[in-house]
């Protein structure tokens, strides 16, 4: 079967940094999606990877190793704001988005 | 702006009860989704299309039923609301050619069945 695994929950410190990963198994890959989703909000897109390597976007960057199944996304100068749900999505072989659950980050004071 | 409008935020329905879910796009998007979204679990595909009168079932259509008569607005409906229809139901529409490109949500309606 298809499968996606983040962590549930996170905790992190305003102005740190923060790693959240993503694994995954899915039949074909055509690239992974960081969506930020903040409670009772639609999910907002943050970042594309296709290829192997990091994608750098202002305090944002997300990393793909596809013979690993890896990606992580690094938010930087946590800001309260980024409180939210993140979540992982791969696009299988047909072309469909598969979802984790998604991590939800909180920052502290 | 780019922009996905589901009709409701908030709906509450009684058991057996046929509704109605609508989303409406201003992108002109040729696909069109619906997602339910219960905690812990992931996003899960209902229905999608790829065009007007177009339909595919996804991973949970049971129970549900789609239609796209425009291609700005597509519908979704549960032909008789049961207590396990109680979600997050949330509408996107992407491009044809979506290679690289994300999917836009709507906000979401929070439907509760009683």
């Known amino acids: 079967g298809q499968n996606i695994d983040q962590p549930t929950e996170m905790t992190a410190t305003e102005g740190a940094i923060v790693q959240i990963n993503c694994t995954y198994q899915?039949?074909?890959?055509?690239?992974l999606f960081w969506y930020q989703q903040h409670a009772g909000e639609a999910p907002t897109f943050l970042s594309y990877?296709?290829l192997d390597g990091l994608e750098e976007k202002g305090r944002f960057s997300s990393f793909l190793s596809r013979s690993k199944g890896y990606s992580y996304l690094l938010l930087k100068e946590l800001q309260m704001k980024d409180s939210a749900s993140y979540l992982c999505?791969?696009?299988?072989?047909?072309?469909?988005?598969?979802w984790g659950a998604g991590t939800k980050l909180i920052i502290k004071p | 702006d780019v922009k996905v409008t589901q009709s409701s935020r908030y709906l509450v329905k009684r058991t057996g009860e046929k509704v109605f879910l609508e989303c409406v796009q201003d992108?002109?998007?040729?696909?069109m989704f619906w997602y339910r979204q219960d905690p812990g679990l992931g996003l899960r595909l209902i229905y999608f299309?790829?065009?007007?009168?177009?339909?595919e079932k996804g991973d949970i259509p049971e129970g549900y039923s789609v239609s796209r008569e425009k291609k700005e607005r597509f519908s979704l409906i549960l032909e008789s609301a049961s207590t396990n229809q109680t979600s997050m139901y949330l509408c996107?529409?992407?491009?044809?050619?979506?290679?690289?490109?994300?999917?836009?949500f709507g906000q979401g309606t929070r439907l509760t069945v009683v």
């Open positions: 999505a791969v696009r299988d072989s047909n072309y469909q988005l598969i």
């Open positions: 996107a529409s992407s491009p044809w050619d979506s290679e690289n490109t994300e999917a836009f």
């Open positions: 990877n296709v």
């Open positions: 899915t039949s074909g890959f055509n690239g």
């Open positions: 299309s790829y065009d007007v009168k177009m339909k």
């Open positions: 992108m002109d998007h040729e696909n």
